[in-house]
C-alpha cells in the first residue's frame, strides 16, 4: 500500500500548553512560534510532504486561534477540526476526532512533539505485523523525563514505563501513531482519558507494535525544549537545501 491518500491524519492539538506560558502565553501549543512560524506548520509540512490528503486537526484550549490562522486548507492538505467542549484527554480527544474519520487508516500525532520518519516504511511494517497500533518509537540516552517502552524480540510492545521511572537510555514514545479506525472507536468513555496512561497500556497484547526510527525528534512542551526548536529546525532547514542541490 502507497497511496496515502487512502491514509487520513489526526494531530492532537488540544492540550493546554501549561509548562510553556512561562515563556508563552495567550496562544494554544501547536501556534507557538519557531523561526516566525507556528509549530502546527511545521507537522503539516511533514504531512503534505507525505502525500496525505486529509488532516483532522483536534483542538481544545483556545481552538478558535488555531482554526482562524490555519483555516481549511494548507498546500495539498484539507483540514477539519474537532474540537473538545471540555478536556477529553488526549485517548477521549482522539476519539472524538475519529468520529470523522472516513479512511480504514489514521495517522495520529502529538501537537508538541516532531519525529522525522519515513511513512512507507511505517506502512509497510505496519502491514508485516497486522498491526492494531503501531506506535513510532526512538531511541533517547535519558527517558526520564518520557518514560520507556519495552518491546520483545518481534517488536511487539510489552511494557509502557512511566516517566522518572529511569534515567537511563531506551525507547521512548515519539508521539506519531498509525491506527485502524475501529482501535480508535475502542477508546473508552472515560473523561479524561490518556493514550500513554490509559488505552495503550490496556492494549498489550492486543496487536501494538513499535516501528524504531533513526530521525531527528524534538518535543517543545517544556521552556528549555522549546528554546532548543529554533536550531532544531534550522539545522533540518540546511540539511534539507544541501540535499536539494546536490541532486
Known sequence: MSD?????????????????????SGQP????EINEQPFVYYLLDQLAN??????????????????ETVGSSYKRLR?????EEMPLGTAGALKLAGLAVDTELC?????????????????????QKNANITLLVRSVTDTSRFGSIQMSDQNEIVQFMEKGCST???????????????????IPDKIPCS?????????????????QAEGKFIDIGTPESYSEAERFFEQRSVLAKELFSSH
Open 50 to 67: 507525505a502525500e496525505i490528503e486529509r488532516v483532522i486537526i483536534s483542538t481544545g484550549y483556545m481552538g478558535h486561534v488555531i482554526e
Open 29 to 32: 501549543k501547536v501556534m507557538v
Open 107 to 127: 495517522l495520529v500525532m502529538n501537537g508538541d512533539s516532531y519525529m522525522e520518519f519515513d511513512l512507507l516504511s511505517l506502512l509497510t511494517f505496519y502491514k
Open 195 to 211: 493514550l500513554e496512561y490509559d488505552f495503550f497500556p490496556a492494549m498489550i497484547g492486543k496487536g501494538v507494535y513499535g516501528y
Open 168 to 186: 537511563n537510555g531506551g525507547l521512548i514514545n515519539a508521539g506519531v501513531y498509525l491506527m485502524k479506525k475501529p482501535t480508535i472507536h475502542k
Open 4 to 24: 496515502f491518500s487512502q491514509v487520513s491524519a489526526i494531530i492532537l492539538a488540544g492540550g493546554l500548553g501549561t509548562r510553556l506560558r512561562k515563556v508563552v
Open 79 to 83: 483540514i477539519d477540526y474537532s474540537r
